[in-house]
């Protein structure tokens, strides 16, 4: 394979170009192509690539990486770092593409809004932070889970992440701009150097508080979307920029030693992609490597040569379009999920696929022309030999204003087009089951009538109704440990199951409940029947049941199916129905095939019952596996 083509450029290292304000250093741009060709197909499917979104870690290692060193060679160049020239470029390379998708996500919203779709739910809050660079502690004040939705994931959510880089763009500089000036001359090198120390002891600080946060269960978001918790990526980069001057003597001497660094670490990278280690490893220790991998990656790439991978034609294209892939794809993932839950072959590769064309048009049409007319006397142009100079002609620096006021009036439109964030139907019956819980937990609820089921034999069929059979269901022996499914349905569950204990949490998985059962034990509150409805936010191993069975000793155990888009729900099934087989004294309440028939009392994330018809249905169907097999 012939040799990269490589760039010069005043008080620049070789490999290394900058143009427009921009830095480009080979084989980065191929590592950005990668990243988010992991982030889109985990998006799409997480089944495909377990470990996908963190390639938004390694975004965060080479903005950190190529923002450094731009700064650091701007200061060596000419004396001084332009604060307000740099937040100018800032602005102009990212806010138009972003401008258009929160556009375009306000008005799909507006369009889809009366077929119930629920796509622009909470839109106008998430457009705000996003507007103001907060989305990331919007999400932690909404109480957002990455990697668990009730309903329909919110259409800005992704945009945390650029948040993150936002607020690093914001103090980063300025920690530069008052240190570089410190010292001169050769004194200049030294100091740069020993900058490297603090960046990277702020990454083991930012890495740590990972750890500790990520440790606790109701931590794990507050971890992931912390800028304090999620920017050791982001500051081990400028450690690895700042010490650019070193490696490169390194690399004269030792030239041998690029080739084997930066394979070794896309091998890193590449296993923790594929492999989607679980939360306990990711934040003990899996966050560290992939930052360590990322970094090595970087500096490798600049002091010696970047992988051929990296340098291929078809991912430096992609690369250069990674930012609007970016922000394209997960509305476009968003909306096909929710028009089209089925989420065929078809559908699938518009998830895939469509990002791209989107994402070129926007740069092309927008952020570029954009550029061109607000680069002022003393920047370098920002045109490229396919794009037209009349227009920059036409819109002189006088006309500036006017790319000015369109990005207001777009901005105003977003937050003018986005629906309120008042919470969902959905999510305002989950809050009223969550309080009746908490009415009858404090001893104020009423006493629950006894209902009538259906025969034994119709227990997984269809259209159950509590006035279909005969006999009198007493839950007075029975607790349900579940997620928001369960919640959801709390108050029929108490009406036709009279008498029941019942503990449903939003996000709730299988691997909590043995902790959960042994609590209850010791309390003597775990009662003779348990009921396990798990299994909407994770998957799970026979192991796990073994574990649940184990804990609860000689008590009844009754597992229940799962009905979702979520790409697990089919593993779900089947591990619940092999257990179920092999071990016939646990109970199986097949929720998937009772509402099969009965979509239509699903709510829009085809996951939910909806309140009424839907929960009774939920109800019945447990309480009918419960009268087919008495205890």
Same mark, same amino acid.
């Given at each position: ?21 921009? @830095? ?32 938004? =870690? ?60 629920? *796509? ?24 957002? =889970? ?48 020993? *900058? ?16 500790? @946060? ?164 003393? =920047?370098?142009?920002?045109?490229? /030999? ?15 204003? !006017? ?49 009538? !089921? ?41 009406? +036709?199951?009279?008498? +029941? ?19 209850? +034990? ?19 191993? /026979?192991?796990?049941? =073994? ?19 979520? /790409? ?19 109970? !199986? ?11 239509? *009392? ?30």
């Amino acid at each position: 394979m012939p040799a990269p083509q490589r760039f010069a450029s005043a008080g620049l290292l070789p490999g290394v170009s900058s143009r427009a304000g921009e @830095l480009r250093l080979a084989g980065l741009d191929g590592l950005r192509a990668l990243a988010v060709a992991a982030v889109v197909t985990y998006h799409v499917d997480p089944g495909w690539l377990p470990g996908g979104y963190l390639g938004v =870690d390694v975004f965060f290692g080479i903005s950190g990486f190529l923002i450094t060193h731009l700064l650091v060679t701007e200061h060596r160049g000419q004396g001084r770092i332009a604060l307000a020239g740099f937040w100018r470029r800032r602005a102009v390379r990212l806010l138009p593409e972003l401008l258009l998708v929160l556009v375009a996500c306000a008005v799909t919203s507006r369009l889809t809004a009366p077929g119930g779709s629920g *796509l622009g739910d909470g839109l106008r809050g998430d457009a705000l932070a996003s507007l103001m660079f907060v989305n990331n502690w919007w999400q932690i004040h909404r109480g957002a =889970d990455y990697f668990h939705h009730l309903g329909i994931p919110p259409l800005l959510q992704h945009l945390w992440s650029l948040s993150v880089e936002e607020q690093f763009y914001l103090l980063w500089p300025l920690v530069l701009a008052v240190l570089l000036p410190l010292a001169c001359g050769r004194r200049r090198a030294r100091l740069v150097a020993c *900058l490297a120390g603090p960046a990277a002891c702020g990454a083991v600080a930012s890495l740590w508080r990972m750890h500790t @946060l990520g440790g606790q269960p109701s931590g794990v978001s507050r971890a992931y979307f912390g800028t304090d918790s999620h920017s050791g990526a982001l500051l081990a980069g400028c450690a690895a920029a700042l010490l650019l001057p070193a490696l490169a003597r390194l690399a004269r001497h030792r030239p041998g030693l690029g080739r084997p660094l930066t394979w070794f670490a896309l091998a890193v990278l590449a296993a923790f992609a594929a492999i989607g280690p679980d939360d306990r490893v990711m934040y003990g220790w899996g966050f560290a490597a992939v930052t360590a991998a990322t970094t090595a990656l970087c500096a490798g790439c600049a002091a010696w040569e970047p992988p051929g991978l990296l340098e291929a034609a078809p991912l430096r294209l992609v690369g250069r379009h990674s930012y609007g892939l970016y922000l394209w794809h997960w509305p476009v993932i968003v909306i096909a999920t929710a028009l089209s839950p089925a989420q065929g072959a078809v559908v699938r590769v518009v998830e895939l696929l469509a990002p791209l064309p989107l994402a070129v048009v926007g740069q092309r049409l927008v952020q570029r022309p954009l550029a061109a007319v607000m680069a002022r006397r003393g =920047d370098r142009p920002a045109r490229t /030999p396919s794009l037209p100079t009349q227009p920059v002609r036409l819109l002189s620096t006088r006309n500036a204003v !006017l790319p000015v006021a369109a990005t207001a009036l777009a901005a105003l439109s977003t937050v003018a087009l986005s629906p309120s964030t008042a919470p969902n139907a959905m999510q305002r019956q989950l809050q009223a089951a969550a309080r009746h819980e908490a009415t009858l937990t404090a001893g104020a609820g009423h006493p629950h009538t006894p209902v009538t !089921l259906p025969s034994a034999g119709t227990a997984t069929g269809s259209g159950l109704s509590p006035q279909s059979a005969a006999g009198a269901v007493d839950g007075s022996g029975v607790t349900i440990i579940g997620d928001s499914v369960t919640l959801g349905s709390a108050p029929d569950l108490h009406r +036709i199951l009279p008498g +029941i204990s019942l503990y449903a949490e939003v996000g709730r998985i299988m691997e909590s409940a043995p902790d959960l059962c042994r609590q209850l +034990i010791a309390e003597h509150r775990l009662r003779g029947t348990v009921v396990l409805a798990l299994g909407t936010n994770a998957n799970f191993a /026979p192991e796990e049941l =073994d574990h649940v069975r184990a804990t609860i000793g000689a008590r009844r155990l009754v597992l229940t199916t799962v009905r979702g888009p979520f /790409p697990w729900q089919d593993d779900v099934n089947s591990v619940v129905r092999a257990y179920h087989r092999n071990h016939p004294e646990v109970l !199986l309440d097949d929720w998937y095939t009772t509402v099969e028939p009965h979509q239509d *009392l699903l709510w829009i994330d085809h996951t939910h019952p909806r309140g009424g018809a839907g929960t009774t249905l939920f109800a019945t169907s447990l309480a009918a596996t419960l009268t087919a097999s008495p205890s």
